[in-house]
């Protein structure tokens, strides 16, 4: 067992470093949402256009 991680050590190492980089880019989206950040660009069929048109004339 420890021959086969031994021989696969660059695949393990690099598949953790891509699951936690969609980790991370999934938690920055979640709290992004959360605190209304996102905007999906086009307020027609927006049911927070409210909140787009704010911000849209804030900046």
Same mark, same amino acid.
């Given at each position: 067992?420890l021959?086969w991680?031994f021989?696969?050590?660059?695949?393990?190492v690099? %598949?953790? &470093?891509i &699951?936690? *980089? &969609?980790g991370?880019? %999934?938690?920055g989206? *979640?709290?992004?949402k959360?605190? +209304?950040? *996102?905007?999906?660009g #086009?307020? #027609? +069929?927006? #049911? +927070?256009?409210?909140?787009c048109a704010? #911000?849209?004339h804030? &900046?």
């Amino acid at each position: 067992m420890l021959a086969w991680i031994f021989a696969n050590l660059i695949n393990i190492v690099l %598949i953790a &470093v891509i &699951v936690l *980089t &969609v980790g991370l880019l %999934i938690r920055g989206m *979640t709290r992004d949402k959360k605190a +209304g950040k *996102t905007c999906c660009g #086009s307020c #027609s +069929g927006c #049911s +927070g256009c409210d909140k787009c048109a704010a #911000s849209k004339h804030s &900046v």
